[in-house]
């Protein structure tokens, strides 16, 4: 029997408007209402974040390295 994907599993669909997605949503929310330990923490969240992002960049461009050897034209 399938189950139905939980909304978390679907992929995020993109708008022209707004390309980077959660992203551009943090860039644009007031940080007046939180506390210190509030920033302090957010700031260790993001910085998690971005060390992950950076992983699968790397892992990205390793795949696309392999690829381009891969199928690149042999000159004679």
């Known amino acids: ?7 978390d599993d679907r992929p995020r669909r993109r ?3 707004d ?3 959660a992203a551009s949503l943090l860039a644009s929310e007031s940080l007046e209402s939180y506390s210190l330990d509030e920033l302090d923490a957010r ?3 993001l910085e998690a974040e ?3 992002i950076r992983e699968h960049r790397r ?6 390295a392999a690829a ?9």
């Open 15 to 17: 708008s022209s408007e």
């Open 1 to 7: 029997m399938l189950h139905p994907m939980d909304d």
């Open 50 to 52: 971005i060390a992950r």
């Open 43 to 45: 700031i260790a969240l």
């Open 59 to 64: 892992k990205s461009s390793a795949h696309m």
């Open 19 to 21: 390309k980077l997605g």
């Open 68 to 76: 381009d050897a891969l199928f690149r034209r042999r000159t004679p």
